[in-house]
């Protein structure tokens, strides 16, 4: 599919509402829709002309209507009329051709266009740093991936077309008229003033209301969703109806706009027929006057009054759509303010994580195709809240092929440092580097991966969640991984790998999912692996399986992994001892044991607990 250079989508961004997602501003919108024109200039010039063609022929049935007139009027022999007609219908059923094929090759075109947007805006979506999507909220991001995409698909496939034939056919009338007599073309652009006084009385208002409109939408969208997806805990608090209320005051104020919405169309509504009224009103007086005066045949004054009656269809039907290409824009804005400044291509490696080449068919499954990378931590600070930073001046360095285990007190900033190694939070202050490169860039996202312990199972076949981490994977390799990480239960599916799984499909307990996405990880390349208490299944039978599977599946790469079973830090390479958000010792677990106070007392009292 032809797109735009992703490299250089605008994406300046109006000052968004606080804790919101960014919207483009006009300008941005504007040279984004210049670029979908530029991208698809073929299919663009394509249909203009055949839209062209379509509207003359339209205006060839009202021409021989004219010239019908006059044929009566001058007592003419019936074969004339005879031939007339027939040019006539044959004229009608070419121009319905050409209009049917205008419209599909308008849609066509931008339906490519749509499909590449929407694309866009789903891998947008899922580089949405979650900090920030924390503070937005889900539902403002969920309305503009399927809402406002929703609203520019409405727009592709029954807007557009309907007005790039309306302005073809509203072009050609004009000129016409101009062609009968130039005082028609004059008489009816008398409807020109009411008809622009409408537009940008609309336009004035219309902007802000839609744009209101979508925001309340997208608030109702996320209240709705909070109360869902909370529903266990909202009734163990006993306030449903608080939440209740507040999906109610949402969907009260979406109602509000909309209805907002509806009077500005009407009023627009009334203007557009003033101005045909006057415009038809005009030429029938200027016709009368010409036929009168014997400048023009009453013909030419049919054919005038009908090209005029004419136009009333194809302006209002794009004067009266100025209110969805308002809504269009709005939507547009809304989803190109999300896309990243250098597009998915400036995002996406040369190469994915899962890309196999001759050194991964030698090297078995769970080693990485490249050495190991390194994680440098320089002087990092952070905080979620600018009053309460998180982690404080942090230095920490992990060598190659180094695994380092990230302990300490609930709060200590252990998954935070985490989320900075992944790049899913930027640094306030300070540097984060992997593999050479800043967390969160192309070339660092191509060296790390993490798994955390909640893991989701995507829905399909097994086979098909594996392959997410390797799609050129065969089964072979698929059963290896499996093997790697103790999935032996595998055989035991009703279908094996084609088992459907995930929503709609199998359900798997926690460990058995935390064993798919070690898995998965067995699969990459990837040389930095983050592991956020991905085998925290303490005082299970299963927590042994998986530990021994993240061993397996670490062999070989540099890994930082943070544990709140202490059995899990002694056998790493190394241990790093946080507290309240700075490191306040590193070692092994003997030199820590031996010769680190707090991490001596962590020890003790992790084992009297589990004595207890």
Known sequence: MSTPAPGTVPTAATAPPAAALPVADPAATRRYAWQVLRTHRGGVAAAAVVLLVGAFAGLVPVWLIGRMVDAVAADAAPSRLWWSAAALVAALVGATALAAVARLLVARTFEHALADLRERTVHAALHVPPAHLERAGTGDLVARVSGDVDVLRTTVSRVLPAVCGAGATILLTVGGLAGLDWRFAVAVLTAVPLQVWGVRAFGRRAGPVFRAERAAAADRTHQVLEAVTAADTIRALGTSDAHEGQVERASLRTVDRTVEGLRVQLAFAHRLHAGELVGLGAVLVVGYWLVGAGAATVGAATTAALLVHRLFDPVGILLSQVDDLQRAQAALARV?????????????????????????????????????????????????????????????????????????????????????????????????????????????????????????????????????????????????????????????????????????????????????????????????????????????????????????????????????????????????????????????????????????????????????
């Open 336 to 612: 190109v303010g999300v896309l990243p400044a250098d597009g998915p291509a400036g995002d996406a490696p040369d190469a994915a994580p899962g890309t196999t080449d001759a050194r991964a068919a030698d090297a078995g499954t769970h080693a990485p195709t490249t050495d190991a990378g390194t994680i440098d931590v320089r002087g990092v600070t952070f905080a979620y809240d600018p009053d309460r930073p998180v982690l404080h001046a942090v230095d920490l360095h992990v060598a190659a092929g180094e695994v380092v285990a990230l302990v300490g007190a609930s709060g200590a900033g252990k998954s935070t440092l985490a989320r900075l190694v992944t790049g899913a939070v930027a640094p306030t202050a300070g540097t984060v580097l992997v593999d050479g490169a800043p967390a969160g860039s192309p070339r660092a996202a191509t060296a790390v991966a993490a798994v955390t312990q909640e893991v989701h199972v995507f829905a399909g076949t097994l086979a098909d969640d594996l392959r997410l981490a390797r799609p050129d994977a065969d089964d072979a390799r698929l059963r290896d991984a499996l093997t790697l990480v103790g999935a032996d239960w595998v055989d035991d599916l009703p279908e094996g790998l084609r088992t459907a799984v995930g929503a709609g499909g199998l359900p798997l307990s926690p460990d058995r999912a935390q064993q798919v996405a070690l898995a998965r990880l067995a699969l990459t390349d990837a040389r930095v692996v983050v592991l956020d208490e991905a085998t925290a299944e303490a005082g299970s039978g299963a927590a042994r399986t998986l530990d021994v599977a993240a061993r397996r599946v670490l062999a070989g790469r540099t890994a930082l992994v943070v544990v709140h079973r202490l059995d899990q830090a002694a056998r790493a390479d190394r241990i790093a001892l946080l507290d309240a958000g700075r490191v306040v010792a590193t070692g092994t677990h003997d030199e820590l044991l031996a010769g680190c106070e707090p991490y001596a007392r962590l020890w003790s009292a992790w084992h009297r607990g589990r004595a207890s």
